[in-house]
């Protein structure tokens, strides 16, 4: 079964990058057929689809942030890292990674998450 721990600073001032890791076991970012994925949480509002990367290495983002997101790889650690630049306070969320066989979430028969990490944008 795949496990998936995000990673990162809890608190971000506005202006800079935030940049969240997620570390995978039970599963191989290369060779299993899911999209890895992150979504995160608002205060006080639904969650928010941010963006995935394939087994290939193709990215896909929202197109609300897409201006300001990236997501990369390191193969060698079995990790994904989503980079949100020139963040402000209403990127402040609790961010999850996860895995699923859809794009998008929930997608059948079932994604994995993380347990999430609150990121926080204040001075």
């Known amino acids: 079964q795949v496990q998936l721990r995000e990673s990162g600073p809890g608190l971000v001032k506005p202006s800079q990058t935030l940049s969240l890791t997620c570390t995978v076991s039970?599963?191989?970012?290369?060779?299993?057929?899911?999209?890895w994925k992150w979504i995160r949480r608002p205060p006080g509002k639904g969650q928010e689809w941010v963006g995935a990367?394939?087994?290939?290495?193709?990215?896909y983002y929202s197109p609300s942030l897409k201006s300001r997101t990236s997501i990369s790889r390191d193969t060698s650690k079995n990790q994904f890292t989503l980079q949100l630049r020139s963040v402000t306070p209403e990127d402040t969320a609790v961010y999850y990674c996860?895995?699923?066989?859809?794009?998008?979430?929930?997608?059948?028969?079932?994604?994995?998450w993380g347990q999430g990490t609150q990121v926080t944008v204040s001075s």
């Open positions: 996860g895995a699923g066989h859809g794009l998008g979430f929930p997608s059948p028969p079932r994604d994995y």
């Open positions: 990367m394939d087994s290939s290495g193709s990215t």
């Open positions: 039970g599963g191989s970012i290369t060779t299993d057929h899911y999209y």
